[in-house]
Nanobody, 119 residues
């Protein structure tokens, strides 16, 4: 089965940086578009950034110029470098991946990692 394991969350002061990682695994699966999503208390989950298998990134307007998404296909890992963090970036960050095999093509999610930005 597919597993996504996130790491790198934590507590940081406004203006600081964090780097999130998400390692995907699953025998027989190919990981296509991978991305990061976040959910703040009382709000709906929103897309932060995603990246195609070919390396084309896409960002939410709220993080453009501050966050950078990248991936290593050999490691099935996606990264999110977050700079100039703001208190409004505080949320649980989830990794998501489109994974395909000979018998399925589905979206999978990690368990989430907390990012807290203090003012």
């Amino acid at each position: 089965q597919v597993q996504l394991v996130e790491s790198g969350g934590g507590l940081v002061q406004a203006g600081g940086s964090l780097n999130l990682s998400c390692a995907a695994s699953g025998r027989g699966f190919r990981f296509n578009t991978m991305g990061w999503y976040r959910q703040a208390p009382g709000k709906q989950r929103e897309a932060v950034a995603d990246i195609t298998r070919g390396g084309t990134p896409n960002y939410a307007d709220s993080v453009k110029g501050r966050f950078t998404i990248s991936r290593d296909n050999a490691k099935n890992t996606v990264y999110l470098q977050m700079n100039s963090l703001k208190p409004e970036d505080t949320a649980v960050y989830y990794c998501g991946a489109q994974a395909s095999s000979w018998y399925s093509n589905s979206q999978y999610w990690g368990q989430g990692t907390q990012v807290t930005v203090s003012s």
